[in-house]
């Protein structure tokens, strides 16, 4: 399992040493949340932000697009030295355009889901995205409850793609993790539970190990054929 911190639940004040922080602490990637007001109801930073931290870490930054029209900033957020870009479906009237934008400047692309939007949604893009993010919590702020009935999506998105790469993002901590490495996820985003634990670095070992613990107990429920 991939952990990915989202820097929403860092101190801004010191967002350079948060990211080195959590570098040190294990992370494999960042998560970087951009809202806008309109798509969801709060703010956050954009791609100067993103660009004024990128280098105070090596690990790919994964930027995930809380926007209208996110087509109108793909390149903004490109130059700023975004790794992979996540957009809403619900946000976007050309989805094939807009992934096209990230991928011919060589960042990968993935498609988000709101937690009330069915899969079918991302389906036709399949063949051109590099992950799926599905949701966990509504859109727009930290620290809100894992919704168990989301995994139901994840194994969707596995039943048609088995090897996509499935995120997950909200409410996750080293109990929901389990679930959600049993539905089949590959990568947790995490906010408040990294960023609120005293040992960040125990808590991201903590997490790989409970992830790691579900899927092998569920290797060990399968019935022999
Ligand atoms: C919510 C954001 C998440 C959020 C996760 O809209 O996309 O990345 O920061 O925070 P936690 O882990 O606290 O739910
Ligand atoms: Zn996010």
Redesign the pocket.
Known sequence: MLIAP?I??ADFSKLGQEIADITHAGADWI?L?VMDGRF?PNLTFGAPVIQAVRGHTKLPFDV?L?IEDPHRYIGDFCDAGADIISFHVEAERDIAGTIAAIKQRGVRAALAVKPGTAMESVFPYLDEISMVLVMT?E??????EYQPGMMQKVQAVKARAPRMQVQI????NVETIRPSAAAGVDVC?????VFGAQDRKARIAQLKQAACEAKQQQVGQTPLP
């Open positions: 989202s929403l639940s998560h949340d969801v995930h809380m919590v859109p727009g702020f930290g620290g809100q993002d909200g409410g996750v985003v995490a906010g408040t539970s």
